[in-house]
């Protein structure tokens, strides 16, 4: 197995036990899915839910479900958790700390020996990537971040669309570690 970290903090971000897409050469989109915690049996086979499993879902004393990439990797909210009220509130909120999340990861990679080159295309690679698919999207988005809750972390994106979820990280904000 390749769990990905984040080269920032170390926390365990994503690992490869999940499907991972790579876009754009700048983000990996790992596809996600609600799973209730410690279900060995949760196999999805493409059936529906009979009538009576669909009642039993509603059944708030058994385990709540939780998103199979979140709860595996121990991502932490952004945000307040019972409003569900996000840390970023607008597109404007996430720039802002997406740059600054930029400018300390471009010297880690300048001091990793990543060529410039290769620096430069990832930045305008991830400004290109904001404007199309974030910011016109943004209402979708809830955020994360790793285990250890550091403030120059990375902020993993978690997408909702229609009833399908996508976890997208920063590609050059993580190194791969076979275990």
């Given at each position: 197995?390749i769990i990905y970290?984040?080269?920032l903090?170390?926390d365990?971000i994503?690992?490869?036990?999940?499907?991972?897409?790579?876009?754009?050469g700048?983000v990996?989109?790992v596809?996600?899915?609600?799973?209730?915690p410690?279900d060995?049996?949760?196999?999805?086979?493409?059936?529906?839910p009979?009538?009576?499993?669909?009642?039993e879902?509603?059944?708030s004393?058994g385990p709540k479900?939780?998103n199979?990439v979140?709860y595996?990797n121990r991502?932490?909210?952004l945000?307040?958790?019972?409003?569900?009220?996000?840390?970023f509130?607008?597109?404007?909120?996430?720039?802002?700390?997406?740059k600054k999340y930029?400018?300390?990861?471009k010297?880690q990679?300048?001091?990793?020996?990543?060529?410039?080159e290769?620096?430069?295309?990832?930045?305008t690679?991830?400004?290109?990537?904001?404007?199309?698919?974030?910011?016109?999207?943004f209402?979708?988005?809830?955020f994360y971040?790793?285990?250890?809750m550091?403030?120059?972390?990375?902020?993993?994106?978690?997408?909702w669309d229609k009833?399908d979820?996508?976890?997208t990280?920063?590609?050059?904000?993580l190194?791969?570690?076979?275990?």
């Amino acid at each position: 197995m390749i769990i990905y970290k984040d080269i920032l903090t170390g926390d365990e971000i994503i690992s490869d036990s999940h499907p991972i897409k790579e876009i754009d050469g700048v983000v990996y989109e790992v596809e996600c899915k609600m799973v209730k915690p410690g279900d060995d049996n949760n196999i999805d086979i493409g059936a529906n839910p009979s009538a009576e499993e669909a009642e039993e879902q509603l059944d708030s004393s058994g385990p709540k479900l939780v998103n199979n990439v979140i709860y595996s990797n121990r991502l932490n909210y952004l945000g307040d958790e019972d409003s569900k009220t996000p840390l970023f509130t607008n597109h404007k909120d996430y720039f802002s700390q997406l740059k600054k999340y930029m400018g300390t990861l471009k010297k880690q990679l300048e001091a990793d020996g990543t060529p410039g080159e290769e620096i430069k295309e990832f930045t305008t690679g991830v400004s290109n990537y904001y404007s199309k698919h974030i910011k016109p999207n943004f209402e979708n988005y809830d955020f994360y971040t790793g285990d250890s809750m550091k403030e120059n972390g990375m902020v993993v994106l978690l997408r909702w669309d229609k009833e399908d979820q996508y976890v997208t990280v920063w590609k050059h904000g993580l190194k791969k570690e076979k275990v």
